[in-house]
């Protein structure tokens, strides 16, 4: 039975303590958390302990799930690791670049289990491509949401297109080549709203515009690729695949095309989405990692890698910023 504790018990706690509750071969031990109203909250309906000894509460666990403020996710994780706990923590994966890179150092000396919570790693309509070589050459992807005062904490960056940038980093095979990046801050004092530009070394081109100050909610990734297009709605849970109809593509409706280099068969595909939890998914999937002794699938690499080139795009906004 794996012991777990939990640090942070605000809106996304909640939401992992009722799955972490789900999932068999756990328990919860307790929780800390500073704020009251969220702490009776989590007693009255939860009834777990509170601990008030942030390391007493590490002493006593197998697992530390990390769901604070960023500025803190460090401190905690660091106590964990010290002590030979398995930590998954929420993205990013810490405040600095200097704190992820000392983290991933530490996981390593110490031998323990670490995954970070880019969750649209488990959203079913990214999962449903898994069997699908995917090996795209341009992505585009929007990220809108309405504004919400929590997570505002960290820029549109870190707060919601470092999803994407998790996903695409997954996706390409190459090492980033350049970045360019204009964003502007309108709700807050960091940028709200932000448009990039990633080039590969393999001839990749990624567009990402992320906003936390729209009116209407959207996550989409449209991949292109050769002979081949994807859309993933990542909000509505549906896959679209438009390729040139293959011998093995059966029951997909298709259609015949002229073309410069004579008639083509185009076949549209629609991949069975399974109606998945991803965060509890994405635990569950951690609790494999440890007690099998299997790689994580968002290990504290993925999470530094993604923090890294978010600090790079925030680092050509600010430079843009300065120059004008």
């Given at each position: 039975m794996l012991k777990v504790g939990i640090f942070g018990v605000g809106h996304l706690g909640k939401f992992h303590i009722t799955n972490w509750k789900e999932i068999?071969?756990?328990?919860?031990?307790?929780?800390?958390?500073?704020?009251?109203?969220?702490?009776?909250?989590?007693?009255?309906?939860?009834?777990?302990?509170?601990f008030s000894d942030e390391e007493k509460l590490i002493e006593a666990c197998d697992v530390i799930d990390v769901i604070t403020p960023t500025d803190l996710h460090y401190e905690v994780c660091m106590m964990a690791i010290r002590k030979g706990k398995h930590v998954f923590v929420e993205k990013p994966l810490a405040h600095t670049l200097q704190e992820g890179k000392d983290l991933v150092n530490m996981v390593r000396e110490a031998g323990v289990k670490m995954q970070v919570g880019h969750v649209e790693r488990f959203n079913p309509a990214y999962l449903a491509l898994k069997e699908m070589n995917l090996n795209p050459m341009f992505i585009e992807v929007h990220r809108l949401a309405q504004f919400n005062p929590r997570g505002t904490e960290v820029s549109v960056i870190l707060d919601l297109m470092i999803h994407d940038i998790d996903i695409i980093l997954s996706l390409v095979k190459s090492d980033v080549k350049s970045i360019s990046a204009s964003g502007v801050a309108v709700m807050t004092d960091t940028p709200d709203i932000a448009n990039v530009r990633i080039e590969f070394n393999n001839g990749c081109v990624a567009n990402?515009?992320?906003?936390?100050?729209?009116?209407?909610?959207?996550?989409?990734?449209?991949?292109?690729?050769?002979?081949?297009?994807?859309?993933i709605d990542l909000l509505e849970k549906k896959t679209e695949i438009i390729k040139l109809k293959q011998p093995e593509d059966v029951?997909?409706?298709?259609?015949?095309?002229?073309?410069?280099?004579?008639?083509?068969?185009?076949?549209?595909?629609?991949?069975?989405?399974?109606?998945?939890?991803?965060?509890?998914?994405?635990?569950?999937?951690?609790?494999?990692?440890?007690?099998?002794?299997?790689?994580?699938?968002?290990?504290e690499i993925d999470g530094y890698l993604a923090m890294e080139v978010a600090h790079k795009i925030l680092d050509k906004i600010n430079n843009t910023s300065i120059l004008q």
């Open positions: 068999e071969g756990v328990k919860i031990i307790g929780f800390f958390d500073p704020n009251n109203d969220n702490a009776n909250e989590v007693i009255h309906t939860h009834g777990l302990k509170r990402l515009t992320s906003s936390r100050i729209s009116m209407k909610k959207m996550r989409k990734v449209r991949l292109f690729q050769k002979d081949a297009y994807i859309g029951d997909v409706f298709s259609f015949d095309i002229d073309t410069p280099n004579g008639k083509k068969t185009i076949a549209i595909a629609n991949p069975s989405i399974e109606p998945l939890n991803a965060i509890k998914l994405e635990l569950t999937s951690f609790v494999d990692a440890i007690v099998n002794n299997k790689p994580t699938v968002v290990s």
